[in-house]
Structures are given as C-alpha cells and as structure tokens.
C-alpha cells in the first residue's frame, strides 16, 4: 500500500514570497490534515479535510495561509506571502475514520521550508 | 489549555541499553494516547493506547497508559543505532484532534 505523497521535499525562498505543497493521501482515506512542525516542536495542526470539506481550520493562519482539497483526494497548502516564521516542516497526513477510535494517521514524509 | 509533555527532551544511550520515554497528558475530553517514531521521514506509527494498563509490545518496544495519573511511558530494550530517532506521543482530544508533546530525540551509540 503506497503511503502519503507529498512534495516537495524542500524548499527554499525569500519572505514575501508564495510557496504551495502538495499532498496525496493514501488511497481511500477521507480525513487529510495538514500539519506545521517547527524545530524542536511537535506538529501544530493547521487544518482538516473530511473528503473536500473542512472539518477545522481555527489554527490556520487564514490572512497567508490557504488549502483545498477540490476532488477530495489530493490536496495544496499555499502560503502568500511567507514570513520568516514560516520556516518549518510541513507535514500531510491521512486517515480512514474521523472516529477516535479508529483513527490512525498515516503521515508523508513532510516539506521542509525554509524563509530567508 | 491542552498540553502534552514529554521527557526528558533528549537522551543519549549506548546499544543494549534499556530506555524510557515518558509521556504526560492534560486534555479535554482524552479519547486515546499514541507514539509515533520520527526519523528524517513520515513519522511512522507505533502504537495506539486507549485502555488504562494494558500493555502494547511490538518486538523490543511497549508502551501503557495511565488515564488516572495521565501519563503513558514508551520502553525500549536492547537499543540498537536504529532506534535513533524523535519519539513523539500524542493525545487524542475529542473525535479526532491529536494534541502532540515536543518529542524526546533518542540517540544510541554504537
């Protein structure tokens, strides 16, 4: 079974800038969360998707941060403009059930910003 | 507020030492806490702890959860250079939020 795609894998840009990510859950997985790690954190949940719907974006800073997940299946991140603050890894990862329970996320291997 | 807390934040070990990694938890509404295991790549999934002293074992790892005193502790035995990693733990808040600690960066030496 393929795991979570997402790319990519780095990047690098100037403040003021836009940089978007891409993520690819794994096949059948309704939920898609979109995480922000910073160094030395644990992941901060920015925003989840229940197939295209969100479910919960109060963490996500709306004024530069945007995402959709259109068909829901693939997913975009887009940050404009970016911040120095901003530098972090960005990780996706999915999920079958919403329920507690059941609910394991599976995560991709996350994109490293860095903001000059 | 919500917060979960790991220790200690870093460990430095030699192979075939035994460790433990603990995990304290203050969360609304606690359904389940989890490890995961971060390596320079996805953090992978290792266990999932819902009942209170029951514990999970996977080869040289276990793990068991405390709801009274809100705390799950995660050992590892006969350490190899591959468990080298970042340890992540994180609380389940309600039907689907994960709350995660910092992380406790293992590193074991040859």
């Known amino acids: 079974e393929a795991g979570v795609a997402q790319s990519p894998r780095y990047k690098i840009i100037e403040k003021r800038q836009s940089v978007a990510f891409w993520c690819n859950p794994i096949?059948?997985?309704?939920?898609l969360y979109w995480y922000q790690q910073i160094l030395g954190q644990g992941p901060k949940l920015l925003i989840q998707?229940?197939?295209?719907?969100?479910?919960?974006d109060s963490q996500l800073p709306k004024d530069r941060f945007s995402a959709e997940r259109l068909k829901g299946v693939d997913s975009t991140l887009k940050i404009q403009p970016a911040k120095l603050e901003d530098s972090a890894v960005y990780l996706c990862?999915?999920?079958?059930?919403?329920?507690?329970?059941?609910?394991?996320?599976?995560f991709g291997a996350g994109t490293r910003l860095s903001v000059l | 507020e919500d917060k979960v807390v790991q220790s200690p934040l870093s460990l430095v070990v030699h192979e075939g030492d035994t460790v433990t990694l603990n995990c304290s938890y203050e969360v609304t509404n606690f359904r389940s806490l989890l490890w995961y295991k971060q390596e320079k790549k996805a953090p992978t999934f290792l266990f999932m702890l819902t009942s209170s002293g029951i514990e999970k074992k996977s080869g040289r790892l276990s793990s068991i959860l405390d709801k009274k005193e809100l705390f799950s502790i995660l050992n590892i035995t006969a350490t190899q250079t591959g468990d080298s990693a970042v340890y992540l733990c994180?609380?389940?808040?309600?039907?689907?939020?994960?709350?995660f600690g910092t992380g406790t960066r293992l590193k074991v030496l040859a």
């Open positions: 994180a609380a389940i808040r309600g039907t689907y939020k994960y709350i």
């Open positions: 096949s059948g997985h309704a939920t």
């Open positions: 990862a999915s999920s079958s059930f919403i329920l507690a329970a059941k609910n394991i996320q599976y």
């Open positions: 998707f229940q197939n295209n719907g969100v479910v919960d």
